[in-house]
């Protein structure tokens, strides 16, 4: 399999302070990997490498074989969704959906028309596609801020958080959503979270972070088998590798 995402001993500092301390992971072509860890477990840190954000201090990130601080070269392949939605408040929600996509120069015409699609297939209804953001409810949002990262066509998604902001019914309904439609159009996926339920639920593996961020162990999920027997053997596991930080609970923060 292609290699999207490759990290070789990687190591940030900040004044002196290692945050992240020798990770190395790949992330490949159609996969879903979950970065799984306490606030900070360098987490962010990694993620913000892999988007370009900041360099490492030392070792090697690359994404589809390039620096990613090489802003250019990846225009287009990668999308962020965030914590926030980050909607601008003054556009509509179809609007909000097209900016991405005004960035890379797409015809008017075919922005509209994807940002349209792309609506309907995160579930809202057309009579939403022209209201504000203070119109819509917070679940609603982030289905605005999932579209507009999706609309571009990325090669590799990157969820920050995403959703933990979300309440857990919502937040749920919206993980399965997501998972649909990444698994659907063949996306690859990196997301951040504290929260087990969100790894699990989403991942096809999770690398537990401790920190300064180093990897303590990696999970897969066997796609085949996600009866609610596995999954929870599977956060049982977390739990034990975990236990000398706060025990946590299934949908609880790991703070």
């Not at 070269?73 to 909607?87: C, E, I, K, N, P």
Request: proline fraction near 4%; charge should be neutral.
């Amino acid at each position: 399999m292609r290699t999207v995402v490759s990290l070789k001993n990687v190591s940030k500092s900040y004044s002196g302070h290692t945050v992240v301390d020798g990770v190395s992971l790949a992330v490949v072509a159609g996969e879903i990997v979950a970065l799984l860890g306490q606030t900070g477990a360098g987490k962010s840190t990694i993620l913000n490498m892999v988007m370009g954000q900041t360099a490492p201090s030392a070792g090697e990130v690359r994404v589809n074989e390039v620096d990613p601080c090489r802003a250019e070269a990846l225009r287009g392949f990668v999308a962020v969704s965030f914590q926030t939605d980050r909607l601008l408040p003054w556009r509509t929600a179809e609007r909000n959906v097209t900016l991405g996509m005004e960035y890379l120069g797409i015809p008017k015409q075919e922005r509209l028309q994807r940002a349209r699609d792309w609506l309907n297939r995160v579930k809202l209804s057309e009579i939403h596609h022209s209201k504000y953001p203070h119109q819509l409810s917070g679940g609603m949002r982030q289905r605005v801020s999932l579209a507009r990262a999706m609309s571009i066509d990325p090669e590799l998604i990157l969820l920050d958080e995403s959703f933990s902001q979300l309440d857990h019914t919502t937040s749920k309904v919206l993980r399965g959503d997501f998972v649909t439609l990444i698994r659907q159009f063949k996306k690859t996926c990196m997301l951040i979270t504290h929260r087990i339920e969100d790894a699990i639920e989403m991942a096809d593996r999770i690398i537990v972070l401790d920190a300064p961020a180093q990897i303590r162990a990696e999970l897969s999920i066997d796609q085949t088998h996600r009866d609610p027997e596995s999954l929870a053997r599977v956060r049982e596991q977390i739990a034990g590798i975990l236990s000398d930080s706060q025990q946590p609970e299934s949908d609880a923060t790991l703070m």
